[in-house]
């Protein structure tokens, strides 16, 4: 009776959760643009002056930016290796929804820092985010390489360790951009530049030799 419970268990499919993450990341991504403010203006106020005030809004809308491009990149991240899955299972919803929970945090952080870019707790708080966000994706993708062994079987051995390594970089730096930020903010607005850059383009999946047999 267990072991026909946890059949079904891993019988689960992948479709449904990326259909729901899908979902999430797009509400995400539009509480991003709600941030934006239109600034108040005063009757009166020149051309010169209207431009002053929606200058005044460059922190915010580069904060959008940055944060606009790190969740579309958890996305094509996400998207690519969910590709690589035959099965699911409820820990891995579970650590998916993990996931989604960070990046539906976004944009608060990002608001923050977007109206206080230098102010040491918005940088703090923005890179912790950011850092739970990469670990929630590095326990999922773990889980389905070498715990849950939901990944097709064909997929290269050497390959799921290099791409689990690859999600390391992202722990590191977000943390190391939290560490860092109260000796320089400037130094951990640099790190949420670079880490992006990183996973902008996802790794290619690498097939075994014996997949073409």
Same mark, same amino acid.
């Not at 200058?55 to 969740?71: A, D, M, N, R, Y």
């Not at 699911?88 to 579970?94: E, I, P, S």
């Not at 608060?108 to 109206?115: D, S």
């Given at each position: ?27 995400? %991504?539009? @509480?991003?643009? +709600?941030? &934006? ?8 106020? $020149? *051309? ?44 891995? %919803?579970? @650590?998916?929804? +993990?996931? &989604? ?8 952080? $990002? *608001? ?102």
């Amino acid at each position: 009776m267990a072991d026909k419970k946890e059949q079904h268990d891993h019988s689960l499919s992948t479709s449904r959760i990326e259909a729901f993450s899908d979902g999430v990341i797009a509400i995400a %991504l539009t @509480l991003l643009v +709600l941030e &934006l403010k239109v600034p108040m203006l005063v009757a009166g106020e $020149t *051309a010169a002056q209207v431009w002053h005030d929606l200058s005044q809004l460059g922190p915010e809308f580069i904060s959008f930016v940055l944060s606009f491009f790190v969740i579309c990149i958890f996305w094509v991240n996400h998207h690519q290796f969910f590709h690589t899955l035959e099965k699911a299972t409820r820990k891995l %919803l579970w @650590l998916n929804n +993990l996931l &989604l929970f960070w990046i539906c945090f976004i944009p608060f952080p $990002t *608001a923050f820092l977007g109206r206080y870019p230098t102010n040491v707790v918005a940088v703090i708080v923005y890179g912790s985010v950011l850092c739970a966000a990469a670990i929630s994706f590095s326990l999922m993708t773990y889980y389905a390489m070498f715990k849950g062994n939901l990944m097709e079987r064909h997929v290269d051995k050497k390959e799921r360790k290099s791409a689990q390594h690859r999600s390391y970089w992202g722990i590191l730096l977000y943390g190391l951009s939290v560490v860092l930020a109260p000796l320089s903010v400037f130094i951990s607005l640099a790190i949420f530049c670079i880490v992006p850059l990183i996973y902008f383009v996802p790794r290619r999946v690498v097939y075994s030799d014996h997949a073409n047999g």
